[in-house]
């Protein structure tokens, strides 16, 4: 995470807005996405199943660890069960990140975002007074390394936020080193280059609300896009589903299991990985009657590097991505509103 990428313009709080909504309002012209029903979802019957993997196992089992690596390729998401990370930490976060959205709105606007930048609560994305407009809240906050954290944005409220955070962030580092070195075993590299290449563990979080809104057919919570980063861990912060994942030209539900993390593939390991791992399209879909609540943990390369594929990875020498600096990336991809996966095809050499 860097905290020079860009600003994004100040736009109305939609759970303030969904709070005086009923069944016979009117939704704001900016938040009517006709593409939201453009795509077809698949059905639960049509045998689409999300691969779970079983850290501990992979740390032991080169079966699993394999399996594992088909999951990067295959679909670039999985879930994570027997992840280490203490039940009673996971639930610790959920409920404090519920009492955050439940303050009033001027409480929650003390970490607003900053004109020169969007750590902070406020939305991402948006550059222009026309852009259709997502159906979502969130706060971001860069959590490592610990140089980087400005605290005007960790909220105070509820009591316990910023040490749960603090612990919660910790643990999931941990998990995505154990990840990492899996994925390491898997490509065939020496360990030491994935510990490299994320030295220190740069993380970010963004942690979602997404309001109940009555015409679910015409709103998108989360535009289609694929993640600037290397490793993200999503955790479901309540019981209400929307993340969907694009799977053979259809929008896939991902039902998490109980205790589960959601692991995605970023831009980032795609690239460093030449494309034997894939990034993949997802977005959020809203309820008609519940928030939906989670918080995703990014985890990009260190931000010295040059963003190119592992030598070891480049098979006959054949790179399949231009060379660019992290920051010059995340100044790209900051630079314009979500799209899919447009702005990494930009750098692909052999399309």
Not at 228 to 243: K, M, Y
Not at 316 to 326: I, L, M, P, R
Request: aromatic share 8%; glycine share 6%; hydrophobic share 35%.
């Amino acid at each position: 995470m860097s905290t020079s990428m860009g600003n994004s313009l100040p736009v109305p709080s939609v759970q303030a807005l969904a709070s005086t909504f009923d069944s016979t309002s009117d939704i704001p012209e900016r938040y009517i996405r006709p593409e939201a029903e453009a795509e077809p979802v698949a059905d639960a019957d049509e045998g689409f199943e999300l691969p779970v993997i079983d850290l501990r196992l992979a740390q032991q089992s080169q079966e699993e660890c394999d399996r594992l690596g088909r999951a990067c390729e295959e679909w670039g998401f999985f879930q994570l069960v027997n992840h280490g990370v203490a039940e009673e930490l996971v639930d610790k976060m959920k409920a404090d990140i519920a009492e955050f959205f439940k303050l009033p709105l001027e409480e929650k606007e003390a970490y607003a975002q900053l004109p020169d930048g969007f750590e902070g609560y406020g939305q991402i994305f948006v550059k222009s007074e026309e852009q259709k407009l997502d159906w979502g809240d969130m706060i971001t906050i860069f959590t490592r390394p610990h140089s980087v954290r400005k605290m005007r944005f960790w909220p105070t409220h509820p009591p316990t936020f910023r040490d749960t955070l603090d612990k919660y962030t910790s643990a999931v580092k941990d998990v995505t080193s154990c990840v990492l070195e899996v994925m390491a075993r898997n490509l065939g590299l020496d360990s030491e280059v994935m510990t490299k290449t994320f030295k220190d563990h740069p993380q970010g979080v963004r942690i979602n609300y997404y309001p109940p809104c009555p015409d679910t057919k015409k709103v998108i919570g989360h535009s289609p896009h694929s993640d600037a980063t290397g490793l993200t861990i999503l955790l479901q912060a309540n019981d209400v589903q929307g993340l969907q994942l694009r799977k053979n030209g259809k929008w896939l539900p991902i039902r998490p299991l109980p205790g589960a993390f959601i692991v995605n593939i970023g831009d980032h390991l795609e690239m460093l990985t030449n494309g034997k791992y894939k990034s993949n399209e997802h977005r959020v879909v809203v309820n008609t009657e519940k928030e939906r609540m989670s918080i995703a943990a990014f985890h990009p390369p260190r931000h010295d590097i040059v963003l190119r594929p592992l030598p070891e990875l480049v098979q006959g020498g054949v790179e399949n991505y231009k060379a660019t600096t992290f920051a010059d990336f995340m100044k790209g991809f900051f630079s314009a509103k979500l799209d899919g996966k447009n702005y990494l095809e930009t750098l692909k050499l052999n399309k």
